[in-house]
């Protein structure tokens, strides 16, 4: 199972990017897909996760109002994280990533699968 995110960028403070990660390989059971970043020097945290059969969403305090993520093409099999209004301490390497079995979906112990991360840089 291979995952690419793509998307990442530079942008003002107050712009808009969209990610997007495409699921590729053999066919796995998806419990949740997940959106974490790490920005230098600090410890990878969660962003955002979908619960694949419900549609459930969750996020992290810091980005609620401002990131939206859902499910993309069907056909990539991909996740898909809208994030409007962005603020410089949101530059970091954003990660997404993919969980086959129920149970937390804020730790990084529990994806299996991770993509190779995409730079989101945002200036003051």
């Known amino acids: 199972v291979q995952l690419q995110a793509s998307g990442g960028g530079l942008v003002q403070a107050g712009g808009s990017l969209r990610l997007s990660c495409a699921a590729s390989g053999r066919t796995f059971s998806r419990y949740a897909m997940g959106w974490f970043r790490q920005a230098p020097g600090k410890n990878r945290e969660f962003v955002a996760g979908?619960?694949?059969?419900?549609?459930?969403?969750?996020y992290t305090d810091s980005v609620k109002g401002r990131f939206t993520i859902s499910k993309g093409d069907n056909a990539k099999n991909a996740v898909d994280l809208q994030m409007n209004n962005l603020k410089p301490e949101d530059t970091a390497v954003y990660y997404c990533?993919?969980?086959?079995?129920?149970?937390?979906?804020?730790?990084?112990?529990?994806?299996?699968?991770w993509g190779q991360g995409t730079q989101v840089t945002v200036s003051s």
């Open positions: 979908i619960l694949w059969s419900s549609g459930s969403a969750y």
């Open positions: 990533a993919a969980r086959t079995y129920s149970g937390s979906i804020y730790s990084t112990e529990n994806y299996a699968y």
